[in-house]
Nanobody, 116 residues
């Protein structure tokens, strides 16, 4: 079993920045992909960014150039640095881990609200 605990969400004004953190514990296999998803009310959950154990990354077009995903394997932590935030970024953000074996785990979600 893997547990994911998120932090860093909150209220921020447009143009501001937030840094989300997700700490993983439990049976963490070395080969995995960690990702951030988000879901707004009435919307589908969408992939925001991902990062593989080897360091390769990908970001959604909607956040490209503004969000950066990173990980610290020694701390079992993944981060999402969010800059130039827009109201349309408002959503619940979820941390996700996918093992190469196919097992998937989710964090509890953290609310990010961008509003003036």
């Amino acid at each position: 079993q893997v547990q994911l605990v998120e932090s860093g969400g909150g209220l921020v004004q447009p143009g501001g920045s937030l840094r989300l953190s997700c700490v993983a514990s439990g049976n963490i296999f070395s080969n995995n992909v960690m990702a951030w998803y988000r879901q707004a009310p009435g919307k589908q959950r969408e992939l925001v960014a991902y990062i593989a154990s080897g360091g390769s990354t990908g970001t959604a077009d909607a956040v490209k150039g503004r969000f950066t995903i990173s990980r610290d394997n020694a701390k079992n932590t993944v981060y999402l640095q969010m800059n130039s935030l827009k109201p349309e970024d408002t959503a619940v953000y979820y941390c996700n881990m996918l093992h190469t074996q196919g097992e998937q785990y989710w964090g509890q979600g953290t609310q990010v609200t961008v509003s003036s």
